[in-house]
């Protein structure tokens, strides 16, 4: 259901009605809304601080305080948290660290046995239910939650990834910018 800016923001059939800049912020709004089926709930539900960081970084914003555009329009998105808010919600899901191991300094940088190891023992670490088929070699029948592991590019290696694909567990290496600093 379309609350009342969003009536007003259907277009005429000539389109010369109304402009509204950062339109795709109000239609991702909308699909979350028929998703989700809340949009203005309290100001602090993580899914709805969430939901206007990524309209915040969709805008183009690139740090917390950058929400604050968003709550000047408070037709359009209802109740925004504060910047600090949303630096405590990030914070607050950002990954765990499960497991780690020290490794000598001439150790090479892809070893892909050290790398399996510690995700073998950060697996080790979660609860059953979570655990449950990623383990090495189990099926994925049994698999209630996904599980990714982070990595930086040197686990980026085929090893690893067969590696992560014969546990279940899917992988991330993170967008690294090559020219950084040049």
């Known amino acids: 259901m379309l609350n ?3 009536h007003r923001l259907s277009p005429t059939p000539d389109c010369t009605r109304w ?4 339109i795709g912020s109000v239609l991702a709004r909308l699909c979350r809304q028929r998703f989700r089926g809340r949009v ?3 100001p602090h539900d993580r899914g ?3 939901t206007h960081a990524m309209l915040m970084l969709a805008a183009g914003g690139a740090a917390c305080s950058d929400i604050e555009f968003l709550a000047s329009q408070p037709r359009l998105f209802g109740p925004v948290a504060s910047d600090s808010t949303l630096y405590r919600t990030i914070r607050n899901i950002t990954p765990t660290v499960l497991w780690a191991k020290l490794r000598p300094g001439n150790a090479g940088a892809n070893t892909v046995t050290d790398h ?5 023992a950060a697996i080790e670490q979660l609860p059953a239910q979570i655990a449950a088929g990623h383990h090495h070699g189990d099926d994925v029948g ?3 939650r996904g599980v990714q592991v982070r990595i930086d590019s040197a686990g980026c290696t085929h090893g690893f990834v067969h590696g992560c694909r014969a546990r279940n567990i899917g992988f991330a290496v993170p967008n690294i910018d ?3 600093g040049a």
């Open 178 to 180: 090559l020219h950084a």
């Open 4 to 6: 009342a800016a969003e």
């Open 19 to 22: 402009v509204v800049s950062l």
């Open 48 to 50: 709805v601080v969430l």
């Open 142 to 144: 049994p698999v209630e």
């Open 40 to 42: 203005n709930a309290l």
């Open 116 to 120: 399996l190891t510690v995700v073998d």
